[in-house]
């Protein structure tokens, strides 16, 4: 947003919290040039990583039990992929 300082004087005070709470930059110019821009303080500190991605995810139903399906690991279908992988296996 753009303002004259004139605008800028008389308002001071609610433009600053204007500012602070829609983060907004607001230019002040005078006679049509802009002057100086008003910017919201960014809170520099780093934030934790952990819990950042908190009340972001949906569960829908049970986590735990599979849905009618048989996993890899429990038909075997996959076996073959592993194949001279275990201990003493393929070995003469």
Same mark, same amino acid.
């Given at each position: 947003?753009?303002?004259?300082? #004139?605008?800028? %004087?008389?308002?001071c005070?609610?433009?600053?919290?204007? $500012?602070?709470?829609?983060?907004?930059?607001?230019?002040?110019?005078?006679?049509? !040039?802009?002057? $100086? %821009?008003?910017?919201?303080? $960014?809170?520099?500190?780093? !934030? #934790?990583?952990?819990? /950042?991605? !908190? *009340?972001?995810?949906?569960?829908?139903?049970?986590?735990? $039990?599979?849905q009618?399906?048989?996993? #890899?690991?429990? #038909? *075997?279908?996959?076996?073959?992929? /592993?194949?001279?992988?275990?201990?003493g296996?393929? %070995? !003469?």
């Amino acid at each position: 947003m753009n303002i004259n300082v #004139s605008e800028f %004087k008389a308002n001071c005070l609610e433009l600053i919290d204007e $500012v602070a709470t829609t983060h907004e930059p607001l230019v002040i110019g005078k006679r049509g !040039k802009p002057l $100086v %821009k008003l910017v919201p303080i $960014v809170d520099e500190t780093p !934030k #934790s990583m952990f819990g /950042y991605m !908190k *009340g972001t995810v949906t569960i829908h139903g049970d986590i735990l $039990v599979p849905q009618d399906e048989l996993w #890899s690991a429990e #038909s *075997g279908d996959e076996d073959d992929l /592993y194949a001279g992988l275990r201990p003493g296996e393929g %070995k !003469k």
